[in-house]
């Protein structure tokens, strides 16, 4: 039963926005139970890429398919999503945006949010509006990987964070996501989370330069990501 | 979808309920100040400035309704909130309906509550008990002809369809105003002004055409068959197929949207 491992395999994906080519024809099989990096500089094609798999966007070419089918009600409840903005509204208090999740994703786990908030020392009598930036992007975290997904697509979920929280959030994720579970992070913070990842997907306009486990570089190329990464996208 | 419908209701009422018992607050107390006594008082210059103040409330609630059924679409749907709706286990069809339900109860609440402050405004000069009459007669109409109860039946629904359909031709507009890369609200506004004009100039060639062309023959056919039947039959037709054409255009504007919402979605 190989093929019930493929979590998102993507052929041929592309997308045009007017006539520039965010993602070119790419070709992409992922499996269950794999923390994987996305990395590239900005404007490469990553939240395109994240998008697609949302459904948010539809592709201008190829297919994609998440847990087997193209994105859609059944992906929506399987699939973990942390977008790279607050889609907060302001008049929720934190408390409703826990019930919001509750109510819809019968995977959510209320316990599990609930204790996050408390160590995070977020008041959950708070309303969404009051809430500093960084707090927002905090509770945006806990309520995606609150969740017992199949896969977790989170982009750039570090970025907004201060370091010392930067380091929870990474022990959340990773202490958060079954086994056959997937995450696909998009950063550019590599340094960060270099220490997790299991594979590395590079993209740069558009186009997957890499794809490797981290272990297969650190053996063939006798360097760490990061500095693979500084290489390859050198200016 | 009750689950949205629930959420929508939520985000809704929290403004609209508080304004619905001012404006019912409000009116009670201009129908205190338009008894005689109090408009001699400080020679009736409070009674103006509450009739005023009365009605600038009116207009609030229903720009306060126009607001809110525009806000909920675009906020919720096409700007940031976006990213967490359309990622929700639920289809596009089901976003579209709970907002329109929605949209239309408080579409439909408004204008209660604006029938029931006019009432409450006149409740001192026997407006109650003309209207009781009023309703007491219509009671004896419906007894001698039950096509009376049909009609007004038939009329709700008319008013509930252009009402819905209305509602969805905003829906419309945002949508198609959303495909353009930047200003996407001034072009929601300008669709809303294109699609209204051609919206005319078709609406008035169909009309043109009734006169003469083959839409001539159509409208002759029509008569010819009309020609025996009883009135009553005939208004309900009649009103029914004013129903059929409200509900047309609505149905047209429903689809765009879903189309749009489903394949050409691009949240910024």
């Known amino acids: 039963m190989e093929q019930k491992n493929e979590l998102i395999v993507c052929t ?3 997308k045009t926005y007017g006539s520039v080519k965010a993602l070119d024809s ?3 099989t992922l499996g269950g ?3 994987i990096g996305l990395l590239g500089p900005n404007g490469s094609g990553k939240t395109t890429l994240i998008k697609l798999l949302n459904g948010l966007i539809q592709p201008t070419a190829g297919s994609v398919l998440v847990d087997g089918q193209t994105p859609g009600v059944h992906t ?3 699939v973990s999503y942390l977008p790279d903005r607050g889609y907060l509204n302001d008049w929720m208090r934190v408390s409703d945006l826990i019930d919001f999740f509750a109510d819809f994703y019968a995977d959510f786990d209320r316990v599990k949010a609930n204790d996050m908030l408390k160590s995070l020392q977020i008041n959950a009598l708070d309303r969404l509006k009051t809430l500093s930036k960084g707090t927002k992007e905090k509770v945006q975290l ?10 977790f697509l989170l982009d750039e979920p570090i970025a907004g964070v201060d370091p ?3 380091d929870y959030i990474l022990n959340t994720i990773l202490s958060n996501y079954s086994e056959d579970a997937s995450v696909l992070l998009s950063t550019h913070l590599i340094a960060d989370i270099e220490r997790v990842l299991d594979e590395v997907i590079f993209l740069k306009n558009g186009v997957m330069t890499l794809h490797e486990s981290v272990d297969t570089i ?3 190329h006798g360097k760490s990501v990061d500095m693979l990464f500084r290489e390859v996208f050198a200016c | 979808m009750l689950k949205l419908l629930k959420y929508e209701w939520k985000a809704c009422a929290r403004i609209c309920l508080p304004l619905y018992g001012a404006m019912l607050l409000m009116s009670m107390v201009s129908a205190l100040m338009t008894t005689e006594r109090a408009q001699d008082f400080m020679s009736g210059i409070p009674t103006a400035i509450l009739g005023m103040l009365y009605f600038a409330m009116l207009v609030a609630v229903f720009v306060v309704t126009l607001v809110i059924l525009i806000q909920r679409f675009y906020k919720n749907l096409l700007g940031d909130e976006g990213y967490l709706m359309f990622t929700l286990p639920v289809t596009v069809a089901q976003h579209i309906w709970s907002k329109v339900i929605i949209a239309a109860v408080i579409c439909c609440l408004s204008g209660i509550v604006a029938v029931l402050s006019i009432a409450i405004l006149g409740s001192g000069t026997g407006l109650f008990t003309g209207l009781a009459m009023l309703i007491g007669e219509f009671g004896r109409i419906i007894v001698v002809d039950p096509n009376v109860l049909g009609y007004m039946l038939e009329g709700i629904l008319l008013l509930l369809l252009s009402t819905i359909s209305g509602v969805l031709y905003l829906y419309l507009c945002m949508a198609l105003g959303h495909l353009a890369k930047k200003h996407r609200v001034l072009m929601s506004v300008v669709w809303y002004f294109v699609l209204s004009t051609v919206a005319q100039f078709v609406f008035s060639f169909v009309l043109i055409g009734m006169g003469n062309g083959p839409m001539e023959m159509v409208v002759q056919a029509i008569g010819d068959m ?22 047309i255009p609505g149905a047209i504007c429903y689809f765009g949207t879903h189309y749009i919402l489903k394949n050409r979605l691009n949240l910024e």
């Open chain 1, 12 to 14: 041929g994906l592309s």
């Open chain 1, 33 to 35: 139970g794999r923390f």
């Open chain 1, 26 to 28: 790419l070709d992409l």
């Open chain 1, 218 to 220: 650190r053996e063939e």
């Open chain 1, 164 to 166: 010392a929280a930067r």
């Open chain 1, 142 to 151: 806990i309520v995606t990987m609150s969740r017992k997904a199949k896969l």
């Open chain 1, 76 to 78: 929506h409840s399987v």
């Open chain 2, 226 to 247: 009309v020609v025996g039947v009883p009135p009553q039959v005939l208004l309900h037709g009649v009103l029914l197929g004013f129903c059929v054409a409200t509900a």
